[in-house]
């Protein structure tokens, strides 16, 4: 069983702060994608890396994969009380039967006070 | 209209009791899978389905069974609930689809249902 082990579980800052969101496994993942989840609704993809080294830039977020695709970070710039969620990393398991399906982290909470 | 929908979003039942959580999708993709949700647990795989004639175990399938009526519909049984059932129950669906430019990989979720078993 592949794991996804995500850090930090809980985040608390204040708007205008940078913070960072990290995704880590021991085995290899054929793409990572990022979602948002906010209370009362089902998580959101917000992007999909393949490439190891990839760099994906969405607005104030930076989304990295790992050179050996094992890891993968979120940034996030100038925090805004509206970037306030739960967010996902899910590894996307490389082929065979289990070929689709994904591998969560445990999510991290992430709160920005005004 | 939403493309995943899941029915009841709400369900309080009591131990021993059968039930039965719905999803529907009009995103035209071929795979639809259940997961729940526990605080500090992230997503767990309960069952996946990869057409309409293929279903398979997830890492949590105990307890639990799922029926995969048409492309378009899945759902998921609790036979006979326990309290440790109770969590967010989400149904997510992935493939090319109708607009295609999705992968297998991106999954899109349904709003969840809350289930309580007292």
């Known amino acids: 069983t592949q794991l996804l082990e995500q850090s930090p579980q809980f985040l608390s800052i204040q708007e205008g702060e940078n913070l960072t969101v990290y995704c880590n496994s021991s085995?290899?993942?054929?793409?990572l994608q990022w979602y948002r989840q906010e209370p009362g609704e089902g998580p959101v993809l917000l992007v999909t890396?393949?490439?190891?080294?990839e760099v994906r830039k969405l607005k104030r977020l930076t989304f990295q994969f790992g050179d050996a695709r094992k890891d993968s970070s979120l940034h996030i710039t100038a925090a805004q009380p509206g970037d306030t969620g739960l967010y996902l990393c899910a590894g996307a398991q490389p082929g065979g039967t289990s070929y689709g399906k994904l591998t969560f982290g445990q999510g991290t909470i992430l709160t920005v006070h005004p | 209209d939403a493309d995943v929908t899941q029915t009841p979003r709400n369900r309080i039942t009591k131990t021993g009791k059968r039930i039965m959580l719905e999803c529907s999708q009009t995103k035209g993709h071929d795979r639809m899978y259940w997961y729940r949700q526990d605080p500090g647990l992230g997503l767990r795989l309960i069952y996946y389905s990869f057409d309409v004639k293929d279903i398979n175990k997830g890492e949590i399938s105990d307890g639990y069974s799922v029926s995969r009526q048409a492309q378009a519909k899945f759902s998921l049984s609790l036979e006979s609930a326990i309290p440790n059932q109770t969590a967010l129950y989400f149904c997510?669906?992935?493939?090319?689809?109708?607009?295609?430019?999705?992968?297998?990989?991106?999954?899109?979720f349904g709003p969840g249902t809350r289930l309580t078993v007292l």
């Open positions: 890396v393949v490439t190891g080294g």
């Open positions: 085995s290899v993942f054929s793409s």
């Open positions: 997510a669906t992935s493939g090319v689809g109708l607009a295609g430019g999705t992968s297998y990989n991106e999954q899109f």
